[in-house]
């Protein structure tokens, strides 16, 4: 049998291997001029493999249309791309959260491992090659046209040419485009793990601050509704906030109906360790050390710098009162402004600057055991692509393989 798969990612990668491990001669086409060109910059070059949680959890961590994968991850799962690695020469290491590393640190050794599978088998790999369209007859694939004019036959088409997020690593969507024009319906492309923007004057502010070991709650004060609360770590940008804490409250936020005008906020408990009175005690000993100084410069050793001035302006104190002048009620309210920082969240940046895209090809057309199309028959689809997605921690690389996976079988 005559197998194409466009997209050279992960998914794209697994679909060709299984189903070049079935004897089908498979051929595999990537537009950019190396494989696993977006793999190399997921977990900050490392690449987060995969989660070694029970695969049962994994569903838990997608809130993008998780059961739809029940089937793909029964085909292949955690377990089968750590040996396939492991197979390949690479050794894994486990990390806080269940996240799966390389011990190399290197996504470049995840991405020459799956390279290394694939050279086992009879692969023709076309580089540099970009699909425009895919070839129907009586409804039925029988091959796909190349830009340049070129056609290919095919008895299967495997579609993995991911989302529209890191644009610059050819997931610019076409797949989508492609999809639309054999009858698929797309469910609008947006950003998910996506920073999000907020009170430009007060993040300005703290702009390149990194806050660790904090608890973050994403409320509707509107209804008095909490929507995703975290503990981790957190940053300050130009134009909002982003880090890991904020990107997985992003894949929640986004399906969020309820988004008006100022009512999602965003509280941030900057001693998550301390209650209010364990944290009262403490700023009671800090003041008695410092209570000759200036209440501008008392709190040190209590905040990162970057931060003092906002809790100082925020608090209403006095900056040049003295330490032992401070109100106990000034105090208390200082007390609950460090537990309870709050910042105005107003939306989400563009899908250009997701680690992955939500929406994608309607799962209502895709038959989730084999992940074939509804509409045509002899096309399949893997990956990003799908209208899946997760939370971080290696989950959206795990869909990856396993629909790839089953695609391919």
């Known amino acids: 049998m005559k197998v194409i798969v466009i997209g050279g990612g992960p998914a794209g990668m697994l679909s060709a291997i299984s189903s070049a491990r079935l004897n089908n001669k498979v051929t595999l086409i990537e537009k950019n001029n190396i494989l696993g060109k977006k793999m190399l910059i997921t977990g900050k070059g490392r690449c987060n493999i995969t989660s070694s949680i029970d695969i049962d959890e994994f569903i838990k961590n997608i809130p993008g249309n998780g059961k739809f994968l029940y089937s793909s991850f029964q085909n292949f799962n955690n377990e089968d791309i750590i040996n396939l690695l492991k197979n390949n020469g690479l050794e894994v290491k486990e990390e806080r959260g269940n996240r799966v590393f390389p011990v190399t640190d290197k996504a470049q050794s995840v991405v020459d491992a799956l390279i290394s599978e694939i050279k086992k088998y009879n692969i023709d790999i076309k580089l540099n090659k970009n699909v425009s369209e895919i070839l129907v007859k009586s409804n039925e694939v029988c091959g796909v046209k190349l830009d340049n004019g070129e056609e290919i036959s095919a008895t299967k088409v495997i579609l993995a040419t991911g989302g529209k997020s890191y644009s610059s690593t050819g997931s610019n969507g076409d797949g989508y485009e492609i999809s639309k024009k054999l009858g698929h319906t797309i469910v609008e492309p947006r950003g998910s793990l996506v920073p999000m923007t907020a009170d430009v004057s007060l993040c300005q502010s703290l702009q390149g601050l990194s806050l660790r070991n904090v608890k973050i709650l994403i409320k509707d004060v509107e209804k008095n509704k909490k929507i995703y609360d975290d503990f981790g770590e957190m940053l300050f940008t130009h134009f909002g906030v982003s880090g890991p804490t904020i990107l997985s409250a992003s894949a929640h936020l986004l399906r969020y109906k309820n988004f008006g005008k100022n009512n999602i906020k965003l509280f941030i408990d900057l001693k998550p ?137």
């Not at 200082?334 to 709050?342: S, Y």
């Open 273 to 409: 360790a301390l209650d209010n009175e364990a944290l009262d005690l403490r700023v009671r000993r800090d003041f008695e050390e410092f209570k000759n100084k200036d209440f501008k410069n008392s709190l040190e050793k209590l905040l990162p710098q970057k931060m003092i001035p906002v809790i100082i302006e925020l608090s209403k104190i006095n900056p040049n009162k003295k330490v032992n002048e401070i109100t106990r009620e000034e105090r208390l309210d200082l007390v609950k402004l460090i537990k309870n920082f709050e910042v105005t969240i107003t939306g989400f940046r563009p899908v250009d600057e997701a680690i992955v895209t939500a929406g994608g090809i309607s799962i209502k057309e895709i038959d989730p055991k084999t992940m074939e199309s509804k509409i045509i028959s002899g096309l399949f689809f893997a990956g990003e692509i799908i209208d899946v997605d997760a939370y971080t921690g290696g989950f959206n690389l795990q869909i990856a393989y396993s629909t790839g996976f089953t695609a391919g079988m």
